[in-house]
């Protein structure tokens, strides 16, 4: 892919925080009546570890990783501007958001996604996330999907 290029951030990064609104208003369609809830778990007031992709120069893609547990990170705030989607870009930022997982030690991924996300699916799927219960707040919520990934320590 042509000028890809990836940064590490914090969610005070100018780009990511326009991307994020862009994902919002993304899901407030997709979710419907549900945005709402969802929407209180997503706040990224700081959020140490952000990946934001850029594109000849312009911001296309980002994610971002919090601690989840001991030995866990939860990927957050995955989102690629509807234009450039279907090029790999969400795969390269998960790819780094985990190799920076394993960089501070931890050995899995966890993520929730939505049922009104099939394509989002589709990618963890891909990469080699698998279906797990629901977790934490979302136990018992119908249209969520949570997925793990556990890491070996190779990069």
């Known amino acids: 892919m042509n000028d890809l290029t990836l940064i590490r951030t914090n969610s005070d990064h100018a780009d990511f925080r326009q991307l994020v609104?862009?994902?919002?208003?993304?899901?407030?369609v997709r979710d419907g009546d549900?945005?709402?809830?969802?929407a209180?778990?997503?706040?990224?007031?700081?959020?140490k570890e952000?990946?934001?992709?850029?594109q000849n120069e312009h911001p296309v893609g980002c994610g971002a990783i919090k601690s989840f547990s001991e030995t866990a990170?939860?990927?957050?705030?995955?989102?690629v501007h509807?234009?450039?989607?279907?090029?790999?870009i969400a795969a390269k930022i998960l790819h780094e958001l985990?190799?920076?997982?394993?960089?501070?030690?931890f050995s899995e991924?966890?993520?929730?996604?939505?049922?009104?996300?099939?394509?989002?699916?589709?990618?963890?799927?891909?990469?080699?996330?698998?279906?797990?219960p629901n977790y934490g707040q979302y136990i018992g919520i119908d249209n969520s999907v949570c997925m793990a990934r556990p890491l070996n320590n190779n990069p």
């Open 109 to 132: 991924c966890v993520l929730e996604t939505g049922k009104k996300q099939p394509e989002a699916i589709s990618l963890y799927q891909k990469v080699g996330y698998q279906i797990t």
């Open 98 to 105: 985990e190799n920076w997982t394993k960089e501070l030690g």
């Open 34 to 38: 549900e945005h709402a809830f969802y």
């Open 40 to 47: 209180q778990y997503n706040k990224v007031d700081a959020i």
């Open 21 to 28: 609104f862009l994902l919002d208003e993304e899901l407030a």
């Open 82 to 88: 509807p234009g450039h989607r279907k090029k790999g």
């Open 73 to 79: 990170v939860e990927v957050k705030r995955m989102f």
């Open 50 to 54: 952000v990946v934001v992709a850029y």
